[in-house]
């Protein structure tokens, strides 16, 4: 449903593992800790029934490019050549749809990371919740940790679970 892709906005700020020694190894994509989530909460106010929750990496802001530099968005981490973006844990997914969260978005390329069953378990647990995921944003940093009113606009696209579309923040 429609209304199930916009609320008010929780940037959680996790750019701190998409560059330096915390971004990992290569091929790999640094955990988002439910610690982590628990930390942002404690900072920013408890997330609630109907937030939006987005991860703030910067990681497609400043990979995202045409080819061949476009490579590390994607393909490098793929073929172990460069480290992952920022993902998940699978308490984080339970945690946010056990408080009435519907819909998590991220900067980087998927929710899932570079690791395939990772990425299968984010996907399954995130459906079996009925959670809403949206990917590849860009220009989050202007974003407030609370207080700001998102939105996504999808794309119908006739027989497919998901499409590109329009992300708004309102602040």
Known sequence: ALDQLLGPARVIDVRD??????AGEPGKSPAIT???VRQAESKDGPIAAGDVVIFRSGYSDRF???FPEGGRLMAEP??????GWP???LDVIAYLANKGVRLICTDGPTLGGVD?????NVYWL???HGLCLVESLIGLEQIPPAGAFF???PIKLEGAHGSYGRALALY
């Open 151 to 153: 939105l996504f606009g």
């Open 78 to 83: 793929l073929t172990k050549k460069a480290a």
């Open 87 to 89: 993902t998940p844990e």
């Open 34 to 36: 439910l610690e982590r």
């Open 126 to 128: 995130a459906g079996s």
């Open 116 to 120: 395939a069953e990772h990425a299968m």
């Open 17 to 22: 593992l998409a560059d330096g020694p915390s």
């Open 64 to 66: 995202f490019k045409k």
